[in-house]
């Protein structure tokens, strides 16, 4: 049995709010679905609202606080992330593409992420396609097949059978990609090794 790391990234403003909510069923269809293929889960959540300010503050000095730096360690190490955010404009929130601003460009190479999105309508179903996916096509991350949009109407009652059957669906996907994967594998560059010199990474070669 393995235990995965996985960073819950919630962009929701209010308290409480849609996007946490979906947020919070998403992972625990995820946790679920990873102890039926025999592994357990170890949950963090980061709330970006908490960190507007410092995000702010990361892009005009170029520096993270302490705060913020805890949020990104916890999303860049981890074996997979679960990515939430509200439609603003027909689009991700500013404060989600900020926080992906401040990260290394290479942090999340490779690590499984699932996309959720939430709005008042319907008419933004297609975010997660067309917005939020080549977002972390570009940062080269892995994205489930599926992607997850709840408008204000999937809620009713509970929220329906057809929501249900998309989170399910995507949480059985991020569960397969992280089965038998090793845990917090990240790629390392040799270059930012300054005790290396050049013939020796030439050799490596």
Do not use: C
């Not at 705060?67 to 360690?73: G, H, P, T, V």
């Not at 290479?106 to 179903?125: E, K, Q, Y």
């Amino acid at each position: 049995m393995t235990t995965r790391t996985i960073a819950v990234l919630s962009a929701g403003l209010s308290n409480p709010s849609s996007t946490r909510l979906l947020a919070d069923r998403l992972t625990t269809a995820t946790v679920a679905a990873l102890r039926a293929r025999g592994d357990e889960a170890t949950v963090e959540v980061v709330e970006l609202r908490g960190h507007a300010r410092d995000l702010a503050d990361h892009l005009t000095t170029g520096f993270a606080n302490e705060s913020l730096q805890a949020a990104i360690d916890t999303v860049v190490g981890a074996d997979a992330v679960i990515a939430v955010t509200p439609v603003f404009s027909a689009s991700y929130s500013g404060l989600f593409k900020t926080f992906f601003d401040v990260l290394d460009k290479d942090a999340l190479i490779g690590t499984p992420v699932l996309l959720g999105a939430t709005a008042g309508t319907a008419r933004h179903s297609l975010v997660v396609e067309f917005a939020m996916r080549p977002l972390f096509a570009y940062l080269r991350a892995v994205p489930v097949p599926t992607g997850v949009f709840a408008a204000s109407e999937d809620w009713a009652g509970g929220g329906d059978t057809a929501l249900v059957s998309r989170i399910d669906r995507a949480a059985g996907e991020l569960a397969d990609q992280l089965a038998g994967r090793p845990a917090a594998t990240k790629p390392v560059d040799p270059f930012a090794d300054p005790t290396t010199s050049f013939e020796e990474l030439l050799k490596g070669s």
